[in-house]
């Protein structure tokens, strides 16, 4: 049988964000993605994260309506709705395979979009500014500290600093307070730092889609 027209977009998509030419710039994003296979008997974490979607009347009195959906298949669903002039707003949390997939294909998103967010905010790889992409009004990026109680204990005789990673598939840490840190009167208290990505699409007279990376809340 041939493939679907939506499932073959979607696996061009996906050898997008395994290709060596995005590895060139997003090495240790591409090493993550290829840890991820999508099929669901077999990775679960290649389902990782959620989603939704505002979409906003024409009138900006009214409401927006809010769908959430708790995995890629019921995205792909609602992305099939055909309708008029659309006003969206998409949230994702988390970089997942299925979910980048999903949404990359359908909505036209640049794979490096979703590896330029992948790196801790606290690491030498992360820039403020997106090395393909330079209009501040379709594309930016807010990154931002959190603090939160929590504690990291050390491991004897391991002199080097303790951090925690999150259980998520995008490069996010907890660090614990010590002497140099402002918080460092509190043990008890953790940072995190994360990153806000925003990209716009204009689809047409009267139409647009936004799309918004945002922190995830999964932990190991």
């Known amino acids: ?19 060596e030419n995005l ?25 990782w994260g959620r989603s939704c979607v505002f979409e906003f009347p024409e009138k900006g009195e009214q409401e927006a309506k ?19 002039p659309s006003r969206r707003l998409w949230l994702l949390e988390d970089l997942s395979l299925n979910w980048m ?5 359908h909505l036209r998103i640049p794979p490096s ?3 330029f967010h992948w790196a801790d905010s606290s690491g030498a790889e992360f820039n403020d500014r997106h090395p393909f ?18 504690r990291v204990n050390l491991v004897n005789g391991d002199s080097r600093d303790a951090y925690l990673a999150m259980k998520c598939n995008a490069e996010r840490c907890f660090f614990p307070s010590t002497g140099e840190d ?39």
């Open 113 to 115: 979009f979703f590896a």
């Open 66 to 84: 809010v769908t959430e959906f708790s995995n890629p298949n019921r995205l792909r669903d609602h992305l099939y709705i055909q309708g008029g």
């Open 133 to 150: 992409f330079s209009d501040p009004e379709r594309q930016f990026l807010l990154k931002y500290p959190r603090f939160r109680k929590g």
């Open 23 to 47: 590895a060139r710039y997003f090495p240790r994003f591409v090493e993550q993605v290829k840890l991820q296979r999508g099929d669901k008997m077999y990775d679960q974490s290649a389902n």
């Open 101 to 105: 997939t999903v949404l990359g294909a």
């Open 182 to 220: 402002p918080t460092f009167e509190d043990p008890d208290v953790c940072r995190t730092y994360h990153k806000l990505s925003f990209r716009s699409n204009q689809l047409g007279p009267g139409t647009w889609d936004g799309k918004c990376s945002f922190p995830v809340s999964k932990l190991v």
């Open 1 to 19: 049988m041939p493939s679907s027209p939506s499932k073959t977009k979607e696996d061009e998509y996906e050898t997008h964000l395994r290709s």
